[in-house]
């Protein structure tokens, strides 16, 4: 009696999928260099609320890629504050935490057109370096 090679089996689960990570398209990322700031409560209170400073290296209308030190337990959910397009309390989901301090994370909603111009704005990216703030619209 050897092993034999595992078989995928098709069962209801295989044709079940979910909007949000499944059908949702996917909007490019973009690189850019804007400071940011995760809130979070630790250890499942509402008293401790705990800041962790990093820095947004890509962004899209749905998530974001950040870099900080992930020496900590990071929650799988999470504010980000944007310090410099002053763009509070954006709620984000942890979808992957990479060995060097790097952080993926998905918003619960998307991002205007008009808050990601003006994350681009503010940042110091070399490729944003253009782009103007239009106070009209």
Excluded: W
């Amino acid at each position: 009696m050897g092993i034999q090679g595992s078989v995928p089996r098709n069962n209801y689960l295989s044709k079940e999928e979910s909007f949000m990570y499944d059908r949702e398209k996917s909007f490019p990322m973009e690189d850019t260099c804007n400071e940011a700031r995760i809130e979070f409560t630790e250890n499942g209170g509402l008293v401790n609320l705990v800041s962790r400073r990093g820095l947004i290296i890509k962004l899209s209308r749905s998530g974001a890629v950040i870099t900080m030190t992930t020496k900590f337990q990071l929650p799988r959910n999470f504010y980000l504050d944007i310090v410099s397009a002053r763009l509070p309390m954006i709620g984000c989901l942890t979808q992957r935490v990479y060995p060097n301090d790097v952080v993926e994370a998905r918003f619960l909603r998307l991002l205007s057109d008009k808050d990601l111009q003006r994350i681009f704005v503010y940042s110091s990216h070399r490729n944003h370096q253009g782009r103007t703030l239009d106070i009209y619209s």
